[in-house]
């Protein structure tokens, strides 16, 4: 089973306005919280552990139409990330 959320510009989360950046590692670790029944915060393993945040938002915004697929491990999951106008995270639990 796999979670699946569009990260999209101008997206509200947590409240505010967020980038098409933070709105990728909100989601990344938001999926991955939702799929361990827990809250964000309270993930042992932080997102920089697995991939440079920063070098993500950076990525997804330079190549809004280039369908970039960019995936890492993290927290015992696989996350694709495509950036194709619109952009796709999909969080699957690891074999």
Known sequence: MTCQR?????ERE?????DDG????????????DRE????????????EAVDP?????LVQSAPETQLTISFNYAGYRVT???DEEVVVDVTPLA
């Open 37 to 48: 029944g827990v809250e964000p915060q309270s993930l042992d393993t932080p997102l920089y």
């Open 14 to 18: 947590f409240g505010g306005v967020v």
């Open 6 to 10: 569009r990260a999209a510009r101008s």
């Open 22 to 33: 933070a709105s990728v590692a909100i989601s990344i670790v938001t999926m991955v919280a």
């Open 81 to 83: 990330v495509v950036s």
């Open 54 to 58: 920063d070098a993500l938002a950076t």
